[in-house]
């Protein structure tokens, strides 16, 4: 007789998210699910169910925005390293958007700004003293500046934020696929993200 599979309820799935996102490992989530909710899970589970969800795409619901703050690193993703860009709103610390690339250059960093500027319109924007950023901004017709000391303080905490988080991601990321397009990694980014940005609005 075939034992009936015993399925996790979306509640408890997306409560083990978050415990996750906040900085546990798979293996504390599943301890922690275990004696806080009675519910025992493997941490395999936990780390399949983290693979299997797909959030659409950072919020597009337009914001009230006074400017943009712009910054790129370097992440390491299985034996390699790609850069990570992130644009955020400097009062509530909200990510706005971010993408991924294996290099870095004007035309990537035109490409996503001008993904950024479609959603939430035009506004000014403040770099590190990259090159490419203000080239990208005059073509956008976009207001540049540098960072202020406050400005580079808040991204610089975002992004070591982030930074700290993907080190104790599980082997950074680990892929066998030849040629790999990295959805794996922009979709746990987004994921990410998501629970970022609920926990900046709700502090």
Known sequence: MIGKRNR???????????????????????????????????????????QKCHPRKISSKRKKIEEYIVDETLIKVGAGYIWLWIVIEPKNKEILALTISKERNMLIAERFLSGVVKIHGMHPLSTDGGTWYPMACRFLGLEHHIHSPLEKSIIERTMQYI???????????????ENCKLKHVLNWMNLFVNYHNKEVICA
Do not use: N, Q
């Not at 930074?163 to 696929?177: G, H, I, N, V, W």
């Open 8 to 50: 996790t309820s979306s509640l408890y799935m997306e409560s083990s998210l978050y415990l996750y996102f906040l900085g546990l490992s798979t293996r504390c989530v599943a301890k922690a699910m275990f004696y806080l909710l009675k519910v025992k899970r493997s941490h395999v589970a936990i780390w399949k169910w983290i």
């Open 163 to 177: 930074k700290d988080r993907t080190e104790s991601f599980d082997d950074y990321f680990p892929c066998r696929k």
